[in-house]
Every structure is written in C-alpha cells, then in structure tokens.
C-alpha cells in the first residue's frame, strides 16, 4: 500500500506525518502523533470518546480517515488547557465531579466545546441534545450538564 | 475494527471523480463523502471498498439553495447545514424539525445529505423526506447526467438503481407551496438510534378541508414510500382527529412492515399508525 503524506496542524503545531489510506484520524493520532487524550472507546462511530475539533466542527476522528484530514487544522484535548491553566470546560467537568472513570470524559470535552464556540447562547434542551450525542457508562451526564451549564457561562464571559 | 486497505482518491472535480470512479467502479470503487455510514461498514470490514473517491474537496457540491421553486442540495452539503432558517418557506421548516433526529450533534457536522440518499438505509429520515417531496436525484458519470425520480430510485435496503459508476451529486426537489403544513414523527429506542418508523407529512387547508395531502413512511418497509391510502383518507376531509385517525389506520393497513429480532410486523405497524396520527398532529400546531 502507498503512504500519503500528509501535513495537519495540531493544537497550533504542524506535523507532517506517512500514513496508509486506511489508517483512521484517531489512529494517526495516537499513534503518529503521540496524542493519545482522544481514546478509542467503539471506534465506529457511536460513543464519541474520540471526538476531535476539525475546522472548527466536532468529528468522530474514528469516523475520518487520517488522509482527509491533510492540511486540515485540528485541535485535540492536549490543547485546551492554555499552561497550567484550564480551560472553562475542563475546570467545571473537575469541580462538578463530571468525571468518574475518565474514559468518556476528552471527548465530552472536544464535542461540548465546539459546539459553545459555534453556539455561545444554547438553551437547555440544546445542551441536552448535544450532550447526548457521547455515551458516558458511569451514568453521569446530570454532573456533566451542570459541568457544560457553567463553563457555557464561564466561555461567554471571556473573550 | 480497523478497516481493510484501499487506495485513495481525492478528486477536485465531479469530472474528475467521475473520470476516476469510471476506472475504480468495477474494482469495488466507492464514493466517500461525509464518510458517516460507510465508515463504520468499513470498520466492521462490512464493506472492503479496494478504492475510495473522496468528492470533500469538490466545492461545486456546496449548492444549497431555491432556484426556479426547486430546492437543490448539492452532494457536500451536510446534515447540521438545515437549520431554522437555512432555507425558506414551509419547506425549509420542515428540514429543520428533522435535522435534529438524525444520528447525533457531531456525525450531523460530517454526514451528508446526498450521501443519507445513496445509502439508501430503510431508517434515513432524509430518504423519507426526499420522498415526500418527490426529489429528483442527479446522479453523474462519465455517460453524463441522469435524473432520477425518487420513485424510481430505491431497489431495496440500502440499494438503488444508481449504477456502479453514478455518483450523486445533487438532490432536487420542488418546494412547498407557501402555508402548507407540515409535520415529523419518529420513534426509536435509544436517542439518535435508528428509527423503528417514522411519518413525515405535509397538507395545505383550505376553507377547513385538507388539501394536497402528502404522506411518506419511513423504516418500517425497506424503503420509504407516499401512502396514497393515508392521503386519500385526508384529501378534502376536515383536519380533525377523525381524519387524522383513518389516515393513521390506512398507512398501517398499508404498509408491509420489515421485522427483526426486536420488532414484529405487529409492533411497527402500531408504530406506524401512532407516527402518522402524531405527524399530523404535529402540522396542526
């Protein structure tokens, strides 16, 4: 098979990485790039622990072949925090125990904040559609709308 | 769950990807554009495409827009696209109300519409949709440009009459009159799951009678279709529960409802009547 090279620009960085075809945005991730925050939880499509900010968009990075994503600009659950400090999202999933086991927990991350950041103003039933979009099994999606609740005000404040 | 290997294509230009799937076709070669549905097949290696045209780079294919009283939604235009607003008219509310119930917030940022119609899957609310508004699918080759009616169009679960070679790259379809009422009803088990029925309806009422009724039932037969028995049951009837009943009790009657592990006949045809009363429902608010 032919590796295609293919330059993205991560978090800000620009890599440059050989690939197969085949190889998904999620794997490339992981493994070429060694960011490994966007976890494989079904890797087809359906619990969106994978979930990576393409262009602005959420994306299922299982769901996109790493070739597609060639000179695309992505951001990942590595480059939300700015330092050592936290993004909104990530300090109300903290101090609203928004987390237990973890897994769920970067691509709730990348998905709620790609959509306040298309939307800033999203009514409850809004919040609720879009969280529903990630499966969390630790059943804990009332601590993760309270968590997206306040960071939606806590983003909207900033600017 | 890693899918098999596969050459791919990146074409810039429908000419281009047509020229390419024309070499490809016989070799299993397969279009991919939001990648939404044959992702996963491929993940599963239920689909092993030995090639892949990726048309995302082809900007021709954003058109989405009304000319001459038709919608066109060229083959790059993805779900979260149809917002309130995005296009006028009833027709545009309609689109709107359905949005929403498909797959979830971020597969709605990648999947696309034209791409819901080649899939053909017998749960795709845009298939339904299209159906109730009579689309035309334009599928490219390079034989050229055939219209295709929606009628014509579906062969079964998730399969058509589109050849090997054809790549759909735009939808059209003509829109509703000013006024007209529409409605969508979906029930599946899980949020964003695959719908066990669903009912999209639109009508218009004049001096208190329905006119022009419209009637489309999807997932409950292999492919979505008019219910000419549920709109004759509206056409010219008051727009009461009465009328709303006998339709909903003719688009059961009527329909051949596909069962599996989960779901008799019994139970979707229950699902299609309560659908069909809710959609209609729904156009009266």
Known sequence: ?159 | MKPAPFTYHRPLSIDEAARILSDVAEHDGRIIAGGQSLAPMMAFRVARPHHLVDINEIAALDVLTIEDAALRIGARVRHARFIPGAIAGPTGELFAKVMPNIANYSVRSRGTFCGSLAHADPASEWCALATLLDAEIIAHSVRGERRIDVRDYFDGAMSTTLAPDEIVIEARMPVLREGTRTGFYEFSRRKGDFAIAMAIVAFSVENGRITSPRVSIGGAEPYPRRIHEAEAALDGAAPDAAAFAAAADAAAAAVDPMEDAMTDAAYRRDIVRAATRRGLEQAMQ
Do not use: W
């Not at chain 1, 991730?29 to 359906?46: I, P, Y």
């Not at chain 1, 050592?84 to 970067?106: D, I, N, R, W």
């Not at chain 1, 969390?136 to 306040?150: D, F």
């Open chain 1, 1 to 159: 098979m032919t590796k295609h090279t293919i330059q993205l620009t991560i978090n800000d960085q620009t890599r440059t990485i050989s690939i197969d075809a085949r190889k998904t945005l999620l794997d490339a991730l992981r493994e070429d790039c060694n960011l490994t925050g966007a976890h494989a939880g079904c890797e087809h499509g359906v619990c969106g622990a994978c979930t990576v900010i393409v262009e602005g968009e959420p994306v299922r990075s299982c769901l996109m072949f790493a070739v597609q994503a060639q000179g695309k600009t992505i951001r990942t659950v590595e480059g939300l925090a700015q330092g050592s400090a936290l993004h909104p999202m990530q300090k109300a999933f903290t101090e609203q125990h928004a987390v237990q086991c973890g897994y769920c927990t970067p691509g709730f991350l990348m998905l709620t904040v790609a959509a306040l950041e298309k939307t800033p103003h999203m009514d409850d039933e809004a919040l609720r559609e879009v969280v529903a979009s990630n499966l969390c099994r630790c059943t804990g999606y009332e601590n993760i709308l309270a968590a997206v609740r306040i960071a939606a005000d806590d983003m909207r404040r900033r600017p």
